[in-house]
């Protein structure tokens, strides 16, 4: 079933989100008859352009990195608009009213607006203030759904805080806190592998899984976002939401029905378990770490200190490494390592699910582990590797694997992350959201984190393109494990 018409507002229309993620989703989305029969996307920000230039700037970059269709490009640019806006200034929405006022005739949008918040984060409580004090809020004549990128707040006071101005204006169903990783297929994938089968759910405990590793590593450094990411970092960047986001949909409960309350409660209850960081844990348990520059297979990388926009002396962390634990009946004493990273040695995104070995080993201590590979990309799919006879005398085992790869499903049409979850806020279907009070749980876990990264002594060192400090693996060595280093 498509979206029912409405006008969607791009806030930071002429930024790099909305070229790069936004435009391109919209375009795919469209072109495979997925938008509503009409609709508006209207591209606001301070800069001065017409309809007519924003369109053509924006066929072009189409045009450049995207696989387009000439005639469907065509017909779609016909729904982009734009507004310049000082998007602080109250006074200057009248001009955005009557502009959606107009949709309702020209695109029958009925009063329906998607509002993405695609600025920087210091408009995400000021903008829905404007909005409102135009009644753009208000839902008696059509639906108002209201987009907020990452980062949601920058720690815990500063979310709850921005939390309440955006409630102040729009009520919890029209928001929609965008957690990207939540739309990747491979994601939601876990929720269906979990429950959907009952080989697997049994062992998925304490008494079964010895412990479970997720790792988002990047083999890029910062590109060009330096001076966002020197003041945010690794843990408010990815770990804060990404990561404890897929931990969760690891860790959670089954939900008692597939819809958005019954999912999100679960999930914010394996958040809510988290085991709280003790000093102990800060300093044991977590090693921060920033690339410095090295040779790599005879190229050279930069460190993070010479990318642009980075302070010289920066003490931001582009690594985080930890263990941690979630306090409840099936995970009790189950460790989670966990870590991400810049410039790490290659893209890669996995949970990695280690079974214990059998009580009493009858083939020798060296039988091979147990381990469920879930990918999440690239490469998406599901490898479970187990120990088989060795053919010939004796009893001799050796690992082997059995797998599934997503790109060999016939009808494969994956959706990107943004284009499933821009279509779910059009349907009205938050499930793929991050809930006010997931938000709140995720920071309160986080701060002691961010408290203790202030003191500069916390950070190590790793050479680009290697796999961290070297304090990362030593966290694993210390329980007589290692990271699984993923090709
Ligand atoms: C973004 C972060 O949210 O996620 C980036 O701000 C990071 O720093 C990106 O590179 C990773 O996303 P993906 O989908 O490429 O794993």
């Known amino acids: 079933v498509k979206p029912e018409n409405n006008a ?4 930071g229309a002429s930024g790099d989100l909305t070229h790069r993620k936004l435009i391109p989703a919209f375009y795919h989305l469209y072109a495979n008859g997925l938008l509503p029969e009409d609709f508006a996307i209207l591209g606001v920000s301070r800069t001065v352009y017409s309809d007519q230039e924003f369109r053509d700037k924006l066929r072009s970059a189409l045009e450049e990195n995207e696989k387009t269709d000439a005639a469907i490009l065509t017909e779609f640019c016909e729904h982009l608009y734009y507004q310049a806006l000082n998007t602080s200034d109250a006074d200057q929405y009248t001009v955005l009213k009557q502009r959606l006022d107009i949709f309702k005739d020209t695109h029958h949008t009925q009063g329906n607006a998607v509002f993405y918040l695609a600025t920087p984060p210091s408009l995400y409580g000021v903008i829905p203030e404007c909005l409102a004090a135009h009644g753009l809020n208000d839902e008696a004549d059509g639906w108002k759904n209201l987009i907020v990128e990452k980062p949601f707040g920058y720690d815990l006071e500063s979310a709850i805080s921005l939390d309440k101005q955006i409630h102040a204006c729009f009520q919890e169903h029209q928001i929609y806190r965008i957690d990207h990783y939540l ?3 491979t994601v939601q994938n876990l929720l269906v592998f979990r429950f959907a089968n009952g080989m697997f759910e049994p062992l998925w405990n304490r008494n079964f899984i010895d412990y479970v590793e997720i790792t988002a590593s990047e083999a890029l450094g910062v590109e060009d976002r330096g001076g966002y990411y020197d003041g945010a970092g690794a843990v408010r960047d990815m770990f804060q939401n990404h990561l404890l986001q897929v931990l969760a949909m690891v860790g959670m ?13 679960e999930v914010v209850k394996v958040m809510q378990s988290f085991k709280p960081l003790s000093e102990d844990d800060l300093t044991n348990h977590l090693v921060l770490g920033q690339y410095t520059e090295s040779d790599v297979r005879g190229k050279h990388l930069p460190g993070y200190r010479q990318e642009h926009g980075v302070d010289d002396e ?3 962390e582009t690594y985080v490494g930890m263990k941690m634990f979630i306090e409840n009946w099936r995970w009790n004493g189950v460790p989670f390592y966990v870590r991400t990273g810049k410039r790490l040695p290659t893209r890669v995104t996995e949970v990695v699910i280690h079974f214990k070995k059998t009580p009493h080993p009858v083939f020798g201590a060296n039988a091979p582990e147990n381990k469920l590979i879930i990918r999440i990309q690239p490469d998406e799919g599901i490898l479970m590797s187990f120990g088989l006879k060795k053919p010939g005398a004796g009893f001799e085992s050796q690992e082997v694997s059995m797998d599934f790869h997503y790109d060999k499903l016939e009808s494969m049409n994956m959706l990107t992350a943004y284009e499933r979850l821009l279509l779910d806020c059009m349907k009205q279907d938050a499930t793929l959201f991050a809930r006010t009070d997931a938000v709140r749980a995720c920071w309160k876990f986080v701060q002691p984190i961010l408290d203790y990264k202030e003191q500069p002594e916390h950070l190590f060192g790793y050479a680009a393109g290697t796999w961290g400090p070297k304090e990362a693996d030593e966290l694993l060595m210390n329980d007589s494990r290692q990271w699984r280093f993923p090709c």
């Open 253 to 265: 409960e089954s939900p008692a029905a597939i819809n958005a309350d019954s999912i999100r409660d």
């Open 8 to 11: 969607i507002v791009i806030f």
């Open 183 to 185: 739309g990747k297929e």
């Open 314 to 316: 920066s003490r931001t």
